[in-house]
Nanobody
Framework: QVQLVESGGGLVQAGDSLRLSCVASGRTLSGSAMGWFRQAPGTDREFVGY????????WYAESVKGRFTISRDNAKNTVYLQMNNLKPDDTAIYYC?????????????????WGQGTQVTVSS
């Protein structure tokens, strides 16, 4: 069993930055991948990016590439989502998730455990 707790969301203006955190507990993450997804009202959950815990290899959705960065702190069992140059279209609830799978990491159904989400609202 893994528990994930996100934090760091809030209300910001277009062009601002935010850093989300996701603290994991319950098991070692060395063989895992951590993903970030988001969901706006009335839409499906959307892939944002992932990080492979051991190698720190990352991958991003085209919509956030160049603006968002995922990193992790092994000692704190925490993964971060640094979001720069935020746009109103980035408004959503952001979720972190964990999986031991090594493929199809952009699919939400590849992940086993999810956090409760944190709201990010970007005003124009």
């Amino acid at each position: 069993q893994v528990q994930l707790v996100e934090s760091g969301g809030g209300l910001v203006q277009a062009g601002d930055s935010l850093r989300l955190s996701c603290v994991a507990s319950g098991r070692t993450l060395s063989g895992s991948a951590m993903g970030w997804f988001r969901q706006a009202p009335g839409t499906d959950r959307e892939f944002v990016g992932y990080i492979r815990w051991r190698s720190e290899i990352t991958w991003y959705a085209e919509s956030v590439k160049g603006r968002f960065t995922i990193s992790r702190d092994n000692a704190k069992n925490t993964v971060y989502l640094q979001m720069n140059n935020l746009k109103p279209d980035d408004t959503a609830i952001y979720y972190c998730a964990v999986t031991n799978r090594i493929t199809l990491l952009s699919r939400s159904d590849s992940y086993d455990y999810w956090g409760q989400g944190t709201q990010v609202t970007v005003s124009s």
